[in-house]
Nanobody
Framework: QVPLVESGGGLVQAGGSLSLSCAASARTFSAKSMGWFRQAPGKEREFVAAIRWRGDSRVYGDSVKGRFTISGDNAENTVYLQMNSLKPEDTAVYYC???????????????????WGQGTQVTVSS
């Protein structure tokens, strides 16, 4: 297993911003893509955003497109998620994930990611 260490999150009012970060702690690990998912109570895990290092390809879930921005550092196996214009419905536990497989596109399915962080809570108050 490759530990993914997340930081950031917390409580913010609607319309505010938060930033999450995630780093793979194993130096020998080489991720091909990294992404963010979220899960609200009673709901399924939802794709948020992902980045594939080759070609710097980025994809977003429909519910966050235009508000969230994913970025990262390939050499450091680090990924960030800048969240702007937050809404109460963005409240969830956010998980970082990493994929070491070479794929044609940017993976959106949680099953494509073998490595996961412990999750960090994001709460948006109305």
């Amino acid at each position: 297993q490759v530990p993914l260490v997340e930081s950031g999150g917390g409580l913010v009012q609607a319309g505010g911003s938060l930033s999450l970060s995630c780093a793979a702690s194993a130096r020998t690990f080489s991720a091909k893509s990294m992404g963010w998912f979220r899960q609200a109570p009673g709901k399924e895990r939802e794709f948020v955003a992902a980045i594939r290092w080759r070609g710097d390809s980025r994809v977003y879930g429909d519910s966050v497109k235009g508000r969230f921005t994913i970025s990262g550092d390939n050499a450091e196996n680090t990924v960030y998620l800048q969240m702007n214009s937050l809404k109460p419905e963005d409240t969830a536990v956010y998980y970082c994930a990493a994929d070491s497989q070479v794929r044609v596109g940017v993976p959106r399915l949680s099953s494509s990611y073998a490595y996961w962080g412990q999750g960090t809570q994001v709460t948006v108050s109305s």
